[in-house]
């Protein structure tokens, strides 16, 4: 008689056992995995878009004529750069001119129609080149009657607003205000509707004086000391300011958890960077070099 034998309860009990608590450990290291992958992504994003908001200021102030505005006042018969945009010189938006489209609103659903230089402000004004490329001058039918050659330039704003839809962290937004059309160059349709979020979860550093983010910090190029400032505290001598200290505290994007589905606060990233305008309206004429005009 042929007789076949089998697993007894007591081994297939031991078999369960085995299997499940192999399974436990293989989710549990899968699941880590993922946590690590999740974090190590986050951190990434964050620093890719850290770097994004540098590198933008820094073409944007390495092509920059000034900052604040170019135009100024006038000091002693002289034409002197302003800390507040747009100045009461600034012959396009001097006298309560409005931008095509009108002033952009931001994050924080402010709608400013000035803005001055500051820890949370930044302005800094690019050339608008002619055809031929070379930095290009107001049309002399826009300048008051009297007024010098002016360079004709693109001002682009940023600005660290809260964030309305997370208390304690801020935005970090941008737009630009057009120069004069000219031929090559369309003011109307270059400014872009809104103002645009380059960064958010900004969380300092912060002034402790304020409460407010720290974000911007100038540089007076006659100061050996090399102490980054607040504010300008000479706009008179705004050509004196020709580079910017920029600090950034950014908390990493959240992450959504694989085990229980909600929200965690990651952790921070610092970055630190100083940038100086290389085409600064002392160091640059207007126009081709056999037609050029100092501003």
Same mark, same amino acid.
């Given at each position: 008689?042929?007789?076949? #034998? &089998?697993? =007894? /309860?007591?081994?297939?009990?031991? +078999?369960?056992?085995?299997?499940?608590?192999?399974? $436990?450990?293989? %989710?549990?290291?899968?699941?880590?995995?993922?946590?690590?992958?999740?974090?190590?992504?986050?951190?990434?994003?964050?620093?890719?878009?850290?770097?994004?908001?540098?590198?933008?200021?820094?073409?944007?102030?390495? #092509? &920059?004529? =000034? /900052?604040?505005?170019?135009?100024? +006042?006038?000091?002693?018969?002289?034409?002197?750069? $302003?800390?507040? %945009?747009?100045?009461?010189?600034?012959?396009?938006?001097?006298?309560?001119?409005?931008?095509?489209?009108?002033?952009?609103?931001?994050?924080?659903?402010?709608?400013?129609?000035?803005?001055?230089?500051?820890?949370?402000?930044?302005?800094?004004?690019?050339?608008?080149?002619? +055809?031929?490329?070379?930095?290009?001058?107001?049309?002399?039918?826009?300048?008051?009657?009297?007024?010098?050659?002016?360079?004709?330039?693109?001002?682009?704003?940023?600005?660290?607003?809260?964030?309305?839809?997370?208390?304690?962290?801020?935005?970090?937004?941008?737009?630009?205000?057009?120069?004069?059309?000219?031929?090559?160059?369309?003011?109307?349709?270059?400014?872009?509707?809104?103002?645009?979020?380059?960064?958010?979860?900004?969380?300092?550093?912060?002034?402790?004086?304020?409460?407010?983010?720290?974000?911007?910090?100038?540089?007076?190029?006659?100061?050996?000391?090399?102490?980054?400032?607040?504010?300008?505290?000479?706009?008179?001598?705004?050509?004196?300011?020709?580079?910017?200290?920029?600090?950034?505290?950014?908390?990493?994007?959240?992450?959504?958890?694989?085990?229980?589905?909600?929200?965690?606060?990651?952790?921070?990233?610092?970055?630190?960077?100083?940038?100086?305008?290389?085409?600064?309206?002392?160091?640059?004429?207007?126009?081709?070099?056999?037609?050029?005009?100092?501003?």
């Amino acid at each position: 008689m042929r007789t076949t #034998s &089998g697993f =007894s /309860l007591v081994e297939l009990l031991v +078999t369960v056992l085995v299997m499940a608590l192999s399974s $436990s450990a293989i %989710f549990g290291v899968l699941v880590t995995i993922m946590s690590q992958s999740s974090k190590l992504q986050n951190r990434c994003d964050t620093i890719e878009v850290a770097r994004n908001s540098l590198e933008k200021i820094g073409r944007d102030m390495r #092509s &920059g004529r =000034s /900052l604040g505005d170019v135009f100024g +006042t006038e000091v002693n018969n002289m034409v002197e750069g $302003s800390d507040v %945009f747009p100045s009461a010189r600034n012959p396009l938006y001097g006298s309560g001119q409005t931008p095509p489209n009108g002033w952009p609103a931001w994050g924080d659903q402010s709608k400013p129609e000035t803005f001055k230089l500051s820890n949370t402000t930044l302005v800094v004004q690019v050339p608008v080149f002619d +055809t031929d490329g070379w930095p290009g001058a107001i049309p002399q039918n826009l300048l008051p009657v009297g007024m010098q050659t002016q360079a004709n330039v693109e001002t682009h704003i940023y600005r660290v607003v809260a964030d309305p839809d997370n208390p304690g962290e801020w935005l970090l937004q941008w737009t630009k205000v057009p120069g004069a059309s000219v031929p090559g160059y369309d003011a109307a349709g270059l400014r872009p509707s809104a103002s645009q979020t380059l960064a958010s979860g900004i969380v300092g550093p912060l002034n402790p004086a304020t409460g407010q983010p720290r974000i911007f910090q100038y540089l007076d190029k006659l100061d050996a000391t090399g102490t980054a400032r607040d504010n300008i505290a000479d706009p008179q001598n705004m050509v004196n300011y020709s580079g910017v200290m920029v600090n950034l505290e950014i908390r990493q994007h959240r992450d959504t958890s694989q085990v229980s589905g909600k929200f965690v606060k990651t952790s921070v990233l610092a970055l630190k960077t100083e940038i100086f305008l290389r085409n600064n309206s002392i160091a640059t004429s207007v126009g081709m070099p056999s037609q050029a005009q100092s501003p």
